[in-house]
């Protein structure tokens, strides 16, 4: 197999392998759609950070996806890279074609095997499903030595024929079984039974590792991960800030954090940088449009904030009274206010590389001319300030509508009149607009300039640091039809943070209806 988990130098902590599908499972979360460009940035981080098994699409669905499988094979440098397949010939195909390119490539298959899957879904018996599985595992295996083998909805499957189906898996050839709480049904004791019972009567399932995947809609995704490697899983599939379909996935900087932090009472390690964690929360974020709770575990902005006099009493005294883990080990650093309108090139390079933020030199030149922009409005520059900037920098690259000029008459007698100048292939034009406030007036100048059916879902603003000149970071979700779109902008003004984040979800969903138009045409 080219991806083990092995026993640690130091011979009393056994590996678990990081499986990081942010960018299939989580992408699948509604209006998390990330660009080509997002795709590759993420991939090249969770590579640099150490993750073993990256899951990098579903190569089948799109043209898109398959490209992007196939170019973060080409430019992985230490990680295996996954291509998910239905248990279907052509998918299996398309998956080993994307990931071919790969160091060390797996193709990722998986069949459902519940009564209520295989009678409502699949309609076939279960001696049918043993035949794809069959069938499906060994044309897989012709293709790549590292083979992934899932039984969807393992936890509602009864165990008799689950311990059949990873017999049949491990007799074709899967050398990785994935036993996923696919709906997020089992609890802790139930799901670690599950493994002990399945790796006792499974002939040869010592040649397999087994991994947990685990869904949160009961809310215990870490805590049945971490039953399962008790009960012997060596492979835990996660997402960073735990995105993905319905209430999510196990979010991986919990898995990594729980099992270094009580390291006493779980003896596994991981390999992942978890100096790493806080920026591979932001850039996921950012990339999904997708905002970090403030009480999330490990990433959020509260999660190490102490505003109860009795917590700030003991911090002040010794800060293990009420932090189990340093602020430092997951890359948490104070705010910097280093930066300023007289800071020129070097320093600004010298900056993103402390934030970890490697940009090309157009990317650079872009970011650069931001920052001066926004230095001549804001005192400080702070850190956030500067990701805000180069996140939003790239999420909008490719967008073909932009925002050129906005203003805006509010007040207390109104009315409320925005002036919107926008710039698209047709040149640039403008628009006013009376609204029921402000934003709505903006609103209404971007709808008569660019005329759409999407409804606006979410509209959410927050500051990106203290003050009264902080970025507004706005986040808007728009829907169109079946179709999701969450989009973010940011600026000192709120406004045009607003605007920005409008035009930046239009762009989206456009994109999105061509790629999709392109799909169609391609299939007739």
Same mark, same amino acid.
């Given at each position: 197999m080219s991806t083990t988990a092995n026993i640690s130098p130091t011979g009393t902590r056994e590996r678990v392998l990081i499986f990081d599908t942010t960018l299939r499972d989580g992408e699948q979360c509604p209006g998390a759609t990330m660009t080509f460009d997002e795709k590759l940035a993420v991939a090249e981080l969770l590579d640099?950070?150490?993750?073993?098994? /990256?899951?990098?699409?579903?190569?089948?669905? #799109?043209?898109?996806?398959?490209?992007?499988?196939?170019? /973060?094979?080409?430019?992985?440098?230490? !990680?295996?890279?996954?291509?998910?397949? %239905? *248990?279907?010939?052509?998918?299996?195909? =398309?998956?080993?074609?994307?990931?071919?390119?790969?160091?060390?490539?797996?193709?990722?298959?998986?069949? #459902?095997? #519940?009564?209520?899957?295989?009678?409502?879904?699949? =309609?076939?018996? @279960?001696?049918?499903v043993l035949e794809i599985i069959l069938k499906t595992v060994a044309q897989a295996r012709d293709? &790549? $030595?590292?083979? $992934?083998?899932?039984?969807?909805?393992?936890?509602?499957?009864?165990?008799?024929?689950?311990?059949?189906?990873?017999?049949? +898996?491990?007799?074709?050839? !899967?050398?990785?079984?994935?036993?996923?709480?696919?709906?997020?049904? *089992?609890?802790?004791?139930?799901?670690?039974?599950?493994?002990?019972? &399945? =790796?006792? %009567?499974?002939?040869? +399932?010592?040649? *397999?590792?087994?991994?947990?995947h685990c869904h949160n809609d009961l809310g215990l995704a870490i805590a049945n991960s971490l039953a399962g490697i008790e009960g012997g899983a060596r492979q835990v599939e996660c997402t960073v800030n735990?995105?993905?379909?319905?209430?999510?996935?196990?979010?991986?900087?919990?898995?990594?954090?729980?099992? %270094?932090?009580?390291?006493?009472?779980?003896?596994?390690?991981?390999g992942i940088e978890s100096q790493m964690l806080t920026r591979a929360s932001k850039l996921v974020s950012h990339a999904t449009n997708f905002p970090v709770q403030?009480?999330? +575990?490990?990433?959020?902005?509260?999660?190490?904030?102490?505003?109860?006099?009795?917590?700030?009493?003991?911090?002040l005294k010794n800060a293990e009274t009420y932090e189990i883990m340093t602020p430092a080990s997951v890359g948490l650093t104070k705010t910097s206010l280093v930066m300023g309108k007289h800071s020129g090139r070097a320093a600004f390079r010298s900056k993103l590389e402390d934030l970890g933020l490697h940009l090309s030199d157009n990317q650079f030149q872009d970011a650069f001319e931001r920052f001066k922009a926004l230095a001549d409005r804001k005192k400080h520059v702070?850190?956030?300030?500067?990701?805000?900037?180069?996140? $939003?920098?790239?999420?909008?690259? @490719?967008?073909?509508?932009?925002?050129?000029?906005?203003?805006?008459? *509010?007040?207390?007698?109104?009315?409320?009149?925005?002036?919107? %100048?926008?710039?698209? $292939? !047709?040149? #640039? =034009?403008?628009?006013?607009?009376?609204?029921?406030?402000? &934003?709505d007036a903006v609103f209404n100048a971007i709808r008569a300039l660019v005329p759409h059916e999407a409804q606006l879902d979410l509209y959410d603003v927050h500051a990106v640091t203290g003050g009264t000149d902080a970025q507004a970071e706005v986040t808007v979700r728009l829907r169109d039809g079946d179709r999701s779109i969450t989009a973010r902008g940011a600026d000192p003004d709120t406004l045009v943070a607003s605007a920005k984040a409008y035009l930046s979800a239009l762009n989206k969903l456009s994109a999105q209806a061509v790629r999709l138009h392109a799909q169609h045409a391609a299939a007739e």
């Open positions: 640099t950070m150490g993750v073993d098994i /990256i899951e990098a699409g579903f190569p089948i669905a #799109s043209n898109g996806d398959f490209e992007a499988v196939s170019e /973060i094979a080409r430019r992985t440098k230490r !990680a295996t890279i996954a291509g998910l397949a %239905r *248990a279907i010939p052509a998918d299996i195909a =398309r998956a080993g074609e994307a990931v071919r390119h790969a160091k060390r490539g797996r193709i990722h298959t998986f069949v #459902s095997t #519940s009564p209520i899957h295989l009678a409502h879904q699949m =309609r076939k018996s @279960q001696d049918e293709l &790549v $030595e590292d083979v $992934e083998w899932s039984a969807m909805d393992a936890t509602r499957t009864p165990i008799d024929y689950l311990c059949r189906t990873v017999e049949a +898996a491990i007799k074709a050839g !899967a050398t990785t079984i994935n036993l996923p709480d696919t709906v997020g049904y *089992a609890t802790p004791a139930e799901y670690r039974e599950m493994f002990r019972a &399945v =790796r006792e %009567r499974v002939p040869n +399932a010592d040649k *397999a590792i087994f991994s947990v735990g995105i993905g379909e319905r209430a999510g996935n196990a979010a991986l900087e919990e898995i990594v954090m729980a099992i %270094r932090t009580r390291a006493d009472v779980m003896p596994y390690e991981t403030f009480n999330k +575990a490990i990433v959020g902005r509260n999660a190490f904030a102490h505003e109860s006099g009795i917590h700030q009493d003991g911090m702070y850190d956030e300030d500067i990701e805000a900037l180069v996140d $939003e920098n790239l999420a909008t690259a @490719q967008d073909r509508i932009r925002l050129v000029s906005l203003s805006v008459i *509010a007040g207390t007698r109104g009315p409320q009149r925005a002036t919107l %100048r926008i710039q698209d $292939e !047709a040149g #640039s =034009r403008i628009e006013e607009a009376d609204g029921n406030g402000p &934003v």
